[in-house]
């Protein structure tokens, strides 16, 4: 199989996690450019990636006419549509970070651009990628569970992570971003249509904001937490963002090391040090949706901001097993019905790249074959990640007027 070059467009979270894939992997890809508006990260990519050409404008990009085999567009969801439309009127197939677009108009115009330009659209659904899932999806297919009739998902996003991403964070506002429905959980829409197997028809979901607002900030708190006396608020921000585990995120305020110094400097006055009671978010903490798929099999998904940590729990019922399993522990059992309890193990043990339960590697790897012309387990095109973003629109007008029943169509 021959290198690929790559362009990074977006050198964020996401773009960062391209880019680092690349120099580890050389043989596979080689990260030719770089399209990146924000100068500190432009500054830390040329000593990070020398050999590679930076850009501010993407224009500028595309007036060089360079030649490469795949965009990775990595900005923020209501840029997708320019951005993603742009690269492939200039020629170049697309590793498109989800969700495609926040709104179903912009989803289609970009499908149908891909059409028009005839250029490959990889939608980067992680979960499908991961060891977890794809050996969930081996198991249904190897029939040992009998016939799909429902499955169960839950994505416990962790508190922490809520308040980060969803309070303070780009994806706080709908209008700004996108519903949490699709920001947060058009990957799970994409999982359980691709596990059932079967078109999904129709959604009714409720949820809402019940937490992060006004009416429940402590008494004497302030507006930012580095002045606040709440000292014990288990969403103080300077705790958050200095603990081992979570002192990932401070790489949305600071472009330094992640020293405990470096990021208590950075962080106050910023949209992180903002009280998460205080803040100018609406997207939803919980929300619970039913899918009814053809053939009467049904699915239900549980959003929820609270829980200690990140993670996403599965069962699938079948007529003659379930199947249970957490991704993040890389447990799964398949419980046969009046049998044995079967222990699946799962191998984690080359994905060092990236997050997701090793879904960022696999994915890549998956695009890196794919571009060869290889057989790729899990790989996404355009047209299948339409249908699961139809189901997270379908979801929120769902929400939106009291859990109705709203059928899918294109
Ligand atoms: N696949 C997943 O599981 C997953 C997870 C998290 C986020 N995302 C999605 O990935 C995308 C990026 O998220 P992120 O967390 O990396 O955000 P980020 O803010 O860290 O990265 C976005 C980057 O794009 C740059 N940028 C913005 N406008 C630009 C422009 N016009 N030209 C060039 N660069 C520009 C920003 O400066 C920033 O560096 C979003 O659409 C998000 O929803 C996907």
């Known amino acids: 199989m021959g290198k690929k070059k790559l362009v990074v467009f ?23 450019a770089i399209i990146e508006t924000d100068a500190n990260r432009r500054e ?103 016939e799909i009739v429902t499955i169960n998902a839950s994505e416990n996003v962790g508190y922490y992570h809520q308040a980060h991403s969803f309070v303070r964070g780009p994806w706080r506002n709908k209008k700004e971003s996108s519903p949490m429905i699709l920001a947060k959980c058009c990957h799970d829409m994409d999982i359980l249509r691709y596990l059932m197997d079967e078109t999904c028809l129709s959604v009714n979901s409720q949820g809402g904001l019940y937490h992060f607002n006004a009416a429940n900030a402590p008494e004497g708190s302030t507006a930012y937490c580095s002045d606040c006396p709440c000292t014990d608020c288990i969403y103080k921000a300077q705790t958050i963002y200095t603990s081992e585990n979570k002192k990932w995120m401070a790489g949305y305020f600071t472009t330094k090391e992640l020293t405990e110094e470096n990021i208590l400097a ?85 994905a060092n790249v990236g997050g997701h339960a090793g879904g960022d590697f696999y994915m890549m790897e998956g695009l890196y074959k794919t571009l060869n012309g290889e057989p790729a387990v899990g790989v996404t095109y355009l047209d299948v990640s339409v249908e699961s973003h139809l189901m997270s629109f379908a979801a929120e007008e769902s929400r939106l007027h009291k859990g109705k029943t709203v059928k899918i169509k294109l």
């Open 44 to 146: 830390k990519a040329k000593v990070e990636y020398p050999e590679t050409l930076i850009f501010e404008n993407y224009k500028d990009f595309l007036a060089q006419q360079i030649h490469a085999d795949v965009v990775a567009v990595a900005t923020q969801d209501a840029d997708h549509k320019e951005h993603a439309i742009a690269m492939m009127k200039g020629g170049y197939d697309l590793l498109l970070e989800k969700p495609i677009s926040n709104n179903k108009k912009d989803c289609l115009d970009i499908y149908r651009a891909s059409l028009k330009y005839g250029k490959k659209v990889v939608v980067c659904h992680v979960l499908r990628y991961t060891p977890f899932y794809s050996t969930v999806k081996r198991i249904i297919e190897s029939g040992k569970l009998g």
């Open 10 to 32: 977006g050198l964020g979270q996401r773009g960062g996690i391209y880019a680092q894939y690349a120099k580890k992997y050389p043989e596979e890809f080689e990260l030719v």
């Open 266 to 350: 950075d962080l106050p006055k910023t949209q992180y040090d903002r009280c998460v009671y205080r803040c100018d978010n609406d997207v939803v903490d919980h929300e619970v949706t039913i899918l009814q798929f053809e053939n009467g099999k049904t699915a239900t998904h549980t959003m929820t901001a609270f829980s200690n940590t990140i993670y996403r729990d599965l069962k699938v019922h079948g007529t003659k097993a379930e199947l249970v399993g957490v991704v993040e522990e890389g447990k799964l059992e398949i419980r046969y019905f009046g049998g044995k309890v079967e222990q699946v193990p799962i191998d984690l043990s080359q």
